[in-house]
């Protein structure tokens, strides 16, 4: 089991961008699919963007594309989450989440603790 963490949240204005981190604490994310999720009080988590453990493949959720980028670092230990465009209605704490390979896209079973964006209008 890896443990991941989460960084860089944050207050930004309408219109900012935010770019998270999520590392692996003591090892690499090699061989790990990687996505970020968004929860919201009162919302379902949502999906917000993946990359697989290859990468080769990425996803987003509608909300977030052309506006947000999932990359992974080239030596394998982090992977980011570049938020442009940010809108209010973005703010929610962000999770980082891995599975070995990947097996679909709810079947991730390593979390973050999360990392609080906030988008004031």
């Known amino acids: 089991q890896i443990q991941l963490v989460e960084s860089g949240g944050g207050l930004v204005q309408a219109g900012g961008s935010l770019r998270l981190s999520c590392a692996a604490s003591g090892r690499s994310l090699g061989g790990y699919s990687i996505a970020w999720f968004r929860q919201v009080p009162g919302k379902e988590r949502e999906l917000v963007a993946s990359v697989l453990w290859n990468g080769d493949g990425t996803f987003y959720g509608d909300f977030g594309k052309g506006r947000f980028t999932i990359s992974r670092d080239g030596a394998g230990r982090s992977v980011y989450l570049q938020m442009n465009s940010l809108k209010p209605e973005d703010t929610g704490v962000y999770l980082c989440?891995?599975?070995?390979?990947?097996?679909?896209?709810?079947?991730?079973?390593?979390w973050g603790q999360g990392a609080q964006g906030a988008v004031s209008s």
């Open positions: 989440a891995g599975q070995v390979g990947y097996s679909g896209p709810n079947r991730y079973t390593n």
